[in-house]
């Protein structure tokens, strides 16, 4: 019975291998896919929660032989620093039925690791510091951006100001970055098991999506132990609040979007135009800090009365 257990997990993987190669691959010949790439893990996570991290390890394996043979060896070692270690973690603790947000706070924690590894990893192989490579990238940006703007007459502020603000809130970025792709794999790998029939511990539909009870109260005692580090000789307490001002943001811009996706619900309008809705008010900027700003209300007062309903 194990044997033959075994060789139905050894021909999953293999299969899981074979499909996420060939998306590896797509990613990188086809440019406008490649966004899709933060999603690589999904496959991975499927395979952890159904047989265990010792066959995600053969897939990942198989998977970076293939695309090696393919690409060249620089790609593949990249994505298994990248995601390697984030897709053994949350595939560990999904197996385990872990609270949904260990796998993710975990997850993103591993991920932001990651990424400091490859940074670093970069710098040392090739003498390319992919900071500096990202701030001359922001540069080019912002000049043609105000660049535009003069050209219309319209004023702008410097573009000093403009670099260093982006300069300061990089590592937030990071990580926000890893915070959005657990949170993706997390909802994409609960979907995929549903659909398979794996009993699984999920999270709500989006629309009913909130953060534990507890995290405003988190969020304060984190603001205000950041604030106090102003007092603390050789801390930049400017740029660490700025960091810290932009996750919690985020964190509260995604309760804040489901937010007004449960309302937008209650209107019966089709799913779709739900969709486009949300989507519009995701891309127009001026909108994200009211977003966050619903999310933190909802947190603090439950306005979709969630806690009752799930009790």
């Known amino acids: ?9 050894l021909i999953e993987a293999a299969l899981m291998a074979t499909i996420s190669s060939f998306f590896v691959i797509s990613f990188i010949y086809i440019p406008f896919l490649a ?8 496959p991975f996570l499927v395979l952890a929660t159904r047989h265990g991290n010792r066959y ?9 032989v293939i695309v090696g043979a393919l690409t060249g060896i620089i790609y593949p070692i990249f994505i298994a620093l990248l995601f390697g270690p984030m897709t053994l973690v949350m595939g560990y603790f ?29 710098d040392w192989v090739a003498g390319i510091y992919i900071i500096d490579e990202l701030i001359l990238m922001l540069q080019s940006v912002i000049d043609h951006q105000i660049g535009a703007l003069e050209n219309l007459d ?35 790998t609960a979907s995929v098991l549903k659909r398979l029939g ?7 539909e989006f629309s009913n999506f909130r953060w534990p009870g507890n995290i405003v109260l988190g969020s304060f005692i984190i603001f205000i132990l950041t604030f106090a580090t102003q007092f603390i000789e050789g801390i930049y ?21 489901a937010f007004i996706s449960y309302f937008i619900k209650k209107t019966k309008v089709h799913k779709t135009i739900r969709m486009v809705i949300l989507g519009i008010i995701v891309i127009l900027s001026p909108l994200l800090t009211i977003v966050a700003i619903m999310g933190l209300v909802d947190a603090l007062f439950d306005m ?3 806690k009752n309903s799930r009790a």
């Open 1 to 9: 019975m194990n044997l033959m257990s075994d060789r139905k997990a």
């Open 35 to 42: 966004l899709l790439l933060i999603l690589l893990p999904v």
């Open 56 to 64: 995600v390890v053969f897939s990942f394996f198989i998977t970076s």
């Open 94 to 122: 999904f197996k385990r039925k872990a609270n949904p947000y260990r796998v993710i706070g975990l997850g993103t924690l591993v991920s932001v690791f990651s990424i400091f590894i490859v940074v670093q990893l970069v």
């Open 154 to 188: 319209i004023q702008a502020i410097s573009r000093e100001e403009v670099l260093s603000y982006l300069v300061i809130i990089i590592p937030g970025a990071f990580v926000v970055q890893s915070l959005l792709i657990c949170f993706l794999n997390y909802y994409m």
């Open 198 to 204: 794996v009993a699984q511990q999920e999270l709500p």
């Open 237 to 257: 307490a400017q740029t660490l609040l700025t960091n810290i001002t932009l996750i919690f943001s985020f964190v509260f811009f995604l309760q804040g979007i």
């Open 304 to 306: 979709r009365n969630l």
